[in-house]
């Protein structure tokens, strides 16, 4: 059974640190391309950072650039997020997600169809 499972959401006060993991059964993320998204209540889901299988190429969001860190561990068949200096507009239910279809450019990976989501995590940032 092909899974995606997030955890390490949680509370956290402005300004500090979470690491989002996301495991995978049921298939070998190595080729995968792991996208990290956010929905938060009343907005549309967004790509926060995406990271390609071929070359581990990577993709940040604009709002999160210099903060949050995405990287996989393929012997573990897991990809984190690491999230610093976290900000009130970062609250949001995470999801990771997996993509077979290629992306010429890493900036088009937020794009792709992905066919493999977990079922979220929730990150709230609050004092």
């Known amino acids: 059974q092909v899974q995606l499972v997030e955890s390490g959401g949680g509370l956290v006060q402005p300004g500090g640190s979470l690491r989002l993991s996301c495991a995978a059964s049921?298939?070998?993320?190595?080729?995968?391309?792991i996208g990290w998204f956010r929905q938060a209540p009343g907005k549309e889901r967004e790509g926060v950072s995406c990271?390609?299988?071929?070359?581990?190429?990577?993709y940040y969001a604009d709002s999160v650039k210099g903060r949050f860190t995405i990287s996989r561990d393929n012997a573990k068949n897991a990809v984190y997020l690491r999230m610093n200096n976290l900000k009130p507009e970062d609250t949001a239910v995470y999801y990771c997600?997996?993509?077979?279809?290629?992306?010429?450019?890493?900036?088009?990976?937020?794009?792709?169809?992905?066919?493999?989501w977990g079922q979220g995590t929730q990150v709230t940032v609050s004092s």
């Open positions: 997600a997996a993509s077979g279809s290629p992306a010429l450019r890493a900036k088009f990976l937020p794009t792709i169809p992905y066919d493999y």
């Open positions: 990271i390609r299988g071929s070359d581990g190429n990577t």
């Open positions: 049921g298939f070998t993320l190595d080729y995968y391309a």
